[in-house]
């Protein structure tokens, strides 16, 4: 029966940073996983090149029912000390808008970083090797694979959250943490493009592609960031951000020229071009599809100059904001983030160790920790992952 001084559940961001740490340490590790290949996640982020972390990541840019947990992992092992790394390995990267990082080349650059720390540092990785049994012992825990039983003091649980389904996510960390005593946060998608239905989806009806800055309120949250319309109804990084923090039935505000006063740039061209009709003028506000669409859901035609303030104003309320209610969102399919998970109230903030179940650790996104886009949620994968691997 092998033995362990620890083993790790799932192969992603957070468990490849907890194996290389504790291995690090002279921890005898393993790394399980039941897919045929590690770090799905990583290989598909950022288009490919993977946006692994945000050089100002902060607890700010965190969602969680206990906001204050995130501060010690991050600040123990931040963005600069993930880059350190990423320089030491001689990969080139790039910044991308507001201290965004990507890889020049392919996401792959940093998984085989973490695979080769791994290796180098003598910790183990097991593919198609799922937990099939996982059970309490009085000095830790005993695990069955299809091809081991494993016995081990500490255990870690680093299987992420219920997104995207198809790269392989399961709520395996949900169910064996409750089976240890430890209680949820209900868990949502986030991160995830806003569905419309009805007369709300025939409106948008023939404006996907049609993509614009965007300026999105939800309650008293507000993000502005690339806006995009869809077959099925809206997306782009600013409606991603905020899905995080809508709830169903909640109306969102969206103001689609929020670099200009809308309304007073109508009653501007009024008086600079009455001649110029309102398609024209309206054109050289939005594009043109959009502009289009407008002036159908209003009715509004004829020269500029004839249109009085009250037809304006109708016109404005489509852009500056238009408010909607979202029928919902596209679910965990395409969601790039769970919202919510195991309590932190149950967890050590240094250590991430459980405090109702010693032995047992939980990192990554299985815990109810949850970044914005842009990084976020890699740099709480290192960071969480780190954390572990210091007290393994």
């Known amino acids: 029966m092998p033995r362990f001084d620890a083993v790790i559940i799932g192969a992603g961001a957070a468990g490849l940073m907890c194996a290389i740490e504790a291995a690090g340490r002279g921890r005898k590790v393993v790394v399980l996983d039941h897919a045929k290949a590690p770090a799905e996640k990583i290989r598909i982020s950022g288009g490919g090149r993977c946006n692994f972390t945000h050089l100002e990541a902060a607890p700010k840019n965190y969602i969680s029912a206990n906001p204050h947990f995130c501060k010690s992992a991050l600040k123990r092992f931040g963005p600069w000390d993930f880059l350190d790394r990423v320089i030491a390995h001689k990969i080139p990267y790039h910044h991308k808008t507001e201290n965004q990082l990507f890889c020049d080349n392919s996401a792959m650059d940093i998984i085989d970083m973490l695979l080769n720390e791994l290796r180098h540092k003598g910790g183990e990785l097991w593919l198609q090797s799922p937990v099939t049994h996982l059970e309490k012992t009085p000095e830790g825990f005993r695990l069955t694979t299809p091809d081991a039983v494993l016995e081990t003091p500490k255990l870690v649980l680093a299987t992420g959250g219920l997104s995207i389904p198809k790269m392989g996510a399961t709520g395996f960390a949900y169910e064996i943490a409750q089976r240890f005593g430890h209680s949820l946060v209900p868990t949502r998608a986030g991160l995830v493009p806003f569905t419309l239905g009805g007369e709300?989806?025939?409106?948008?009806?023939?404006?996907?592609?049609?993509?614009?800055t965007a300026n999105i309120t939800s309650d008293?949250?507000?993000?502005t960031d690339g806006f995009l319309f869809t077959h099925r109804g809206l997306s782009g990084p600013s409606?991603?951000?905020?899905?995080?923090?809508?709830?169903?039935?909640?109306?969102?505000?969206?103001?689609?020229?929020?670099?200009?006063?809308?309304?007073?740039?109508?009653?501007?061209?009024?008086?600079?071009?009455?001649?110029?009709?309102?398609?024209?003028?309206?054109?050289?506000?939005?594009p043109s599809r959009l502009s289009e669409r407008i002036l159908e859901r209003t009715a509004i035609t004829g020269r500029i100059a004839d249109l009085s303030d009250k037809h304006l104003t109708a016109l404005t309320a489509l852009i500056q904001p238009w408010t909607l209610i979202p029928d919902g969102t596209e679910g965990y399919r395409t969601a790039e983030v769970t919202i919510g998970g195991v309590d932190t109230q149950q967890i050590s903030s240094q250590t991430m160790e459980s405090q109702i179940c010693p032995g047992l650790y939980i990192i990554g996104e299985a815990l109810d920790v949850t970044g914005w886009l842009g990084g976020y949620n890699f740099q709480w994968a290192w960071s969480s992952g780190w954390a572990a691997g210091q007290g393994l």
Do not use: C, H
């Open 200 to 212: 709300k989806l025939d409106y948008i009806t023939g404006l996907s592609g049609v993509s614009m």
């Open 220 to 223: 008293k949250t507000r993000f």
């Open 239 to 286: 409606v991603l951000q905020i899905s995080s923090y809508w709830q169903p039935g909640q109306s969102i505000n969206i103001d689609l020229r929020p670099d200009i006063d809308v309304l007073a740039a109508l009653k501007e061209r009024r008086q600079t071009t009455p001649k110029q009709l309102i398609s024209t003028v309206l054109g050289d506000i939005l």
